[in-house]
């Protein structure tokens, strides 16, 4: 039996992720095959875009497989649309990119049962407000959470990166893949740049979770490492893992601090953009601040989804370490022993 589970997520940015693997090939095919027909049969980006001003410009949907392909020709999305029209392709792809977003805002919601929350929760209707996902039990359940911090630029909640989508198709340039692998985790979340504060404050440090770990994506790391330094004790009490893909993050942001440089040595990695096989050691000559490895790919757009799955073999490995340090903990045996006199 697979537990599915889901997360939090901001609106401009990140998602969360899950750990765990499946044990045979044949059912992990069968299982995405299945759950990429069930958006197909539930969904479509082409109801978004009949009606449009680009109608006729954009007959495209998503495939069994995820794919982007034009409704009539079946070939991937072209860019240049318009001969010598550079302007107008631009405004086209634009366009495309809006009603993606919208699809996989829906997605979210009806495919992976996600709910919107708006921040901040004081808001008054004249305030600019912002918003992200959040799975049901994120706050309440006692075990565990992801938080995603996605990278900036044109990044909506769900997506690692709007061309990857285009170019490559669901699997690789959306976080739901994510969302979908069975894992351990009961509840994530995840948050952006200015918000993570905020978003820290008011839902995972009140969260129910006593076990916490961030996967961070480009910028998103040293979004993380800023969080970090403001909420320093708060966080290396609550997180127990860092994976940092492509991260901007430098060791240069904590050089003052070098109780959180040995912290982010100690419970952080790093997948790289790299010509190395995936997961083989990779050596940063200026900036060492964890250990880093092969995301197996070179493409920025796609080093999330190529090394998704020791990511999560990583973060699987550091949770269990941490649970048995606990168990074998001196306050733990105590409280055992005393349990069973009790009894």
Request: aromatic share 12%; with cysteine.
């Amino acid at each position: 039996m697979f537990d599915y589970q889901t997360e939090i997520r901001h609106n401009k940015g990140g998602g969360v992720t899950a750990i765990g693997t499946l044990q045979l090939t044949s059912l992990r095919d069968f299982r995405r095959s299945w759950f990429w027909l069930q958006i197909q049969q539930e969904l479509s980006l082409r109801k978004l875009t009949e009606g449009s001003e680009y109608q006729e410009e954009l007959k495209y949907d998503f495939n069994i497989k995820g794919e982007l392909r034009h409704l009539d020709t079946n070939e991937s999305f072209v860019f240049n649309y318009y001969k010598n029209g550079h302007e107008q392709n631009h405004k086209r792809y634009k366009v495309l990119g809006y009603f993606i977003t919208q699809y996989v805002y829906e997605l979210l919601e009806r495919i992976c049962m996600l709910q919107k929350v708006s921040i901040p929760t004081d808001a008054t209707e004249d305030e600019p407000r912002s918003f992200f996902f959040m799975s049901k039990n994120a706050l309440t359940s006692s075990s565990s959470l992801i938080i995603l911090l996605q990278d900036r630029g044109v990044f909506c909640a769900g997506q690692w990166g709007r061309r990857a989508i285009v170019s490559e198709g669901l699997r690789h340039g959306t976080q739901i893949p994510f969302i979908k692998m069975p894992n351990s985790e009961k509840g994530r979340f995840s948050a952006w740049e200015e918000h993570t504060v905020y978003v820290w404050d008011h839902f995972i440090a009140k969260s129910a979770a006593r076990n916490v770990a961030f996967i961070a994506h480009g910028y998103g790391g040293l979004v993380f490492v800023d969080l970090l330094l403001q909420r320093k004790h708060e966080v290396m009490n609550k997180v127990y893992s860092v994976a940092f893909i492509d991260s901007t993050h430098n060791i240069h942001q904590s050089r003052h601090d070098p109780e959180i440089q040995k912290w982010i040595h100690k419970n952080c990695r790093e997948w790289v953009s790299n010509s190395k096989p995936l997961n083989k050691t990779v050596r940063f000559l200026m900036r060492v601040s964890c250990p880093a490895f092969s995301a197996g790919t070179e493409k920025y757009g796609l080093a999330p989804s190529c090394c998704l799955q020791p990511i999560f073999r990583y973060l699987k490995s550091k949770l269990k370490a941490k649970i048995a340090k606990a168990s074998n903990s001196p306050v733990a045996t105590r409280s055992s022993t005393s349990k069973k006199k009790g009894n």
